[in-house]
């Protein structure tokens, strides 16, 4: 079956998740010591061949749980990060883990004439976030703003 994994004595691996929320199996190698390999890693091996130095093993359909061969490529790490843009798997803003702002707060902070380092003071985050707001750097979701270079 595409996709699966069997054993040396013909038995199916089952995958477990791991914290990444990607499968990982655990074989044990012909030393006798078990180890754990990254699921998609071991299909892509077997169906796509060696993986390429600098090259990453990509979903097509952006499914983690997809490791069908037929799903996975070889890829750069930028056409990861496009591609989970593209996918929606992306967080960004507020539902970014590490996000101190709010929506609001950032459209405060791109349409204030304050300086920086008062907007930063006032909403708790590092002096250069405000100038990074302003000019599209980050939270270009959400001000719309394209990158620009400006001086503050």
């Known amino acids: 079956m595409k996709g699966q994994i069997i054993t040396r004595k013909g038995a199916l691996m089952n995958p477990s998740m791991g914290k990444h929320k990607y499968f ?4 044990t190698l012909k030393t006798g010591k078990r180890t754990e390999i ?14 390429p130095q600098g090259l990453w093993i990509l979903h097509k359909n952006g499914d983690r749980t997809n490791n069908s061969d037929d799903n996975l490529y070889y890829g750069t790490p930028s056409q990861n990060t496009h591609d989970a843009y593209s996918h929606g798997n992306l967080k960004q803003g507020t539902k970014h883990h590490k996000a101190k702002l709010t929506e609001e707060q950032v459209m405060y902070i791109f349409n204030s004439t304050d300086r920086s380092c008062v907007l930063a003071r006032k909403f708790g985050v590092d002096d250069a976030i405000p100038r990074l707001i302003r000019t599209g750097k980050i939270w270009k979701s959400v001000t719309g703003r ?4 400006v001086q503050d």
């Open 38 to 51: 990254l699921y998609h890693w071991a299909v892509a091996e077997a169906f796509l061949g060696e993986k």
């Open 24 to 27: 990982r199996i655990s074989p």
């Open 146 to 149: 394209k990158e620009i270079s």
